[in-house]
């Protein structure tokens, strides 16, 4: 039996918190074992390889996301693209923007960045925002705890466009618009993450380990900072990975309704604002973002849920880990097989309900 | 069943303080941001004197908490506002005047609200039956080909926003194939049949995404029912496999999904704004996204109050449903 699974059993029984250092490797031992997970964990990181290099791509292309090329478009029909299945060709690989004749390929190569860049960020907002006010909530006294919990209610049960579309009415347009994103959605969706920080975190302070930690004259932020913290880490980044797409998708929604990512930032949501008037002359032109946008989210839920089955302690046994047999390899865990715990992110899975039901 | 009604009771109550909450929330973030409120309420093309006329009427020299107060005083009483020459009367729950449209708040929701409920209700039916049965099925012939199939069926339906869906949809069905007529709203007390017709494809698009969620969810509950012991025992007295699944299991599996399904709606409504744009259906998510692009203030916060409105209520709802579906649940 590998280190590795007795390290996950007595994180099981919820008196040892997993080490933060030798969790890492142990945990992509038990992502690489889910064969799924494993290739949307490669499509990932194509995908943010292809976003940070973006300015190197479009400059072998010898093209940029912004200039317009109105030679490229006939104007006389419309915009729509010269040439044969929308303008692509050696100068162009994937054609030209109808109307404009921007690059389509940096386009979308740079729209990789605003969606990855903008997802991420505000995933970090959350998380952020979340941990805090969670571990205030089971930290703090009774009044802060319910202030806080009733607050965290609001945000979980307000829906989320609703909210990002509100807020960016208010918002200075000063502001650059993808940071002005990121930020309006943290600020709207950290309510389940909240709510799971402080569940644990009441569960964590309980233990012996932070009593003895309290007993010898530690400060709540010391022991919040290098006791609690770590704990917190497992259900935090499943939560978090999972909440990656949900941004993406939020983020390309709004972008598609305009009030989102704006002209002349390249986004994919935004792209697919007016495809649908030019499906015929350039199909390529709705195919392409919506492909993009469809693999994106596709291989971070897979990877989400692939995370959440390497952290989840009480799947050890469905991945039997480190055996290093063949036929064993094959995680149970595969594209979306995994049963519990949340399903889908930006939800509150019975989070209202579940204190209720006695078990 | 006093303790049931008691239950009900404290949770209609604790519904009502959340909304107030967020009223509060959504004032505050609103009225007290940065910049001449008046100006921006009033908009882009106003003169002075309009702007000073928006000013006295917000009563933007009363504190704010004041503001706050008759605010909800015009929710629950009215108000009057005196347009200079007249007095114009916005009757009890009242939310303001728009003055880029000249109209009250709530007139312009009251006419795009059954646009919208028109969308979110008969698309809800669309996805409980597509999700549920279709969570079913992949439980049924679990560790076969139907389920793999529908597994990875459910999972591109999660990874494809509805606005792509829709899209996809709109152009395949109504551009190439012809089957359907590009939808279009047509109100159910003139028409039912063009109603029905018109919202046929806006309905699919919105309950696509969420049938995948709750095939995901049935799937998910129904496995664990049908673990429980006392299938095993059905299934020792020889009950048909099909009878355990679809009448023994359903119906242990069912309350988490009743739950879900109510707190589902806010995503759905969300989901709402995104296909009402996408095929121009004048409801209440267009006009939100109108509201934002020319910043109406007033519309802005009267729609969220009301949206949160709905989606509290059905919260609360689904609690209550919840506790009468598992009586396993602890009325606090």
Same mark, same amino acid.
């Given at each position: 039996m590998s280190e590795a699974f007795v390290a996950v059993e007595a994180a099981g029984t919820g008196t040892q918190p997993v080490p933060a250092v030798s969790g890492a490797r142990q945990f992509w031992r038990r992502l690489r074992v889910q064969r799924a997970a494993l290739v949307a964990a490669i499509v990932v990181a194509l995908l943010v390889l292809v976003a940070l290099a973006a300015p190197l791509l479009t400059a072998i292309e010898g093209q940029?996301?912004?200039?317009?090329?109105?030679?490229?478009?006939d104007s006389a029909r419309g915009g729509v693209p010269l040439g044969s299945f929308g303008g692509i060709g050696g100068d162009h690989w994937l054609g030209v923007e109808p109307?404009?004749?921007?690059d389509l390929f940096a386009r979308l190569v740079y729209g990789a960045r605003v969606s990855l860049g903008v997802a991420l960020a505000a995933t970090a907002v959350q998380v952020a925002i979340g941990v805090v006010v969670g571990v205030a909530a089971a930290l703090g006294n009774r009044w802060v705890d319910q202030l806080l919990s009733r607050i965290t209610d609001i945000i979980v049960a307000m829906p989320l466009m609703i909210m990002a579309l509100a807020l960016l009415a208010v918002?200075?347009?000063?502001?650059p618009r993808p940071v002005l994103v990121a930020l309006i959605i943290g600020f709207v969706a950290w309510g389940t993450i909240a709510k799971i920080t402080r569940a644990q975190t009441l569960t964590l302070k309980e233990l012996d380990y932070v009593a003895a930690a309290r007993l010898s004259g530690w400060g709540t932020l010391r022991i919040a900072r290098r006791e609690l913290l770590p704990g917190l880490a497992a259900p935090v980044i499943t939560y978090a990975a999972l909440m990656v797409p949900a941004n993406i998708t939020i983020e390309a929604a709004l972008s598609f309704l305009g009030v989102?990512? %704006?002209?002349?930032?390249?986004s994919w949501g935004q792209m697919l604002t007016s495809a649908d008037v030019w499906y015929q002359a350039a199909p390529q032109y709705l195919l392409l973002p919506a492909g993009a946008l469809f693999l994106t989210v596709l291989a971070l839920t897979v990877l989400g849920d692939g995370v959440r089955t390497a952290l989840d302690p009480r799947a050890v046994s469905r991945l039997r880990?480190?055996? &290093?047999?063949k036929g064993e !390899? =094959?995680?149970? &865990? &595969?594209?979306?097989?995994?049963?519990?715990?949340?399903? =889908?992110?930006? %939800?509150?899975?019975? !989070?209202?309900?579940e204190k209720e039901v006695r078990s | 069943m006093s303790g049931f009604a008691g239950f009900a009771l404290r949770r209609a109550a604790g519904a009502v303080l959340t909304l107030l909450a967020l009223s509060v929330i959504i004032y505050v973030v609103f009225y007290a941001t940065p910049g001449n409120v008046a100006q921006i309420t009033c908009g882009p093309r106003c003169s002075p004197e309009q702007v000073h006329q928006v000013a006295q009427q917000l009563k933007l020299d009363d504190p704010l908490y004041l503001r706050y107060w008759h605010f909800l005083e015009g929710i629950v009483a009215g108000q009057d506002y005196s347009t200079g020459t007249s007095v114009e009367h916005c009757s009890a729950p009242c939310l303001g005047l728009s003055y880029q449209s000249d109209q009250q708040v709530m007139r312009i929701i009251l006419t795009k609200l059954p646009v919208s409920l028109s969308l979110v209700v008969g698309a809800m039916v669309l996805w409980l039956l597509l999700g549920v049965g279709t969570g079913v099925l992949s439980a049924w012939r679990r560790g076969r080909f139907t389920e793999r199939a529908l597994t990875g069926v459910t999972l591109a339906g999660i990874a494809t926003p509805v606005f792509v869906i829709g899209l996809v949809l709109m152009i395949v069905?109504?551009?190439?194939?012809?089957?359907?007529?590009f939808p279009e709203y047509v109100s159910l007390s003139d028409d039912p049949e063009q109603w029905a017709w018109g919202l046929l494809l806006p309905w699919f698009t919105l309950a696509l995404g969420e049938a995948a969620y709750f095939a995901r969810l049935t799937r998910a509950s129904m496995l664990e029912t049908l673990a429980e012991d006392h299938i095993r025992t059905f299934r020792a007295y020889g009950v048909s496999e099909r009878s355990i699944v679809g009448r023994h299991a359903l119906r242990g599996a069912l309350a988490p999904i009743i739950a879900l399904n109510a707190n589902d709606f806010g995503s759905a409504v969300g989901g709402a704004v995104l296909v009402e744009s996408l095929f121009g259906l004048p409801g209440i998510g267009q006009e939100l996204v109108h509201a934002v692009n020319v910043v109406d203030l007033p519309v802005v916060v009267g729609m969220v109050l009301v949206i949160g409105f709905f989606v509290v209520v059905a919260n609360a709802v689904a609690d209550v449903l919840y506790a009468v579906a598992d009586r396993r649940v602890v009325l606090t």
């Open positions: 940029d996301p912004t200039t317009y090329h109105p030679s490229l478009v109307q404009t004749g921007r918002v200075p347009s000063s502001f989102g990512v %704006k002209p002349p930032t390249p880990v480190g055996t &290093g047999r !390899a =094959k995680a149970d &865990g &595969g594209v979306g097989t995994v049963d519990a715990g949340v399903a =889908k992110p930006a %939800k509150t899975v019975g !989070a209202g309900v | 069905i109504c551009g190439q194939l012809e089957l359907l007529p």
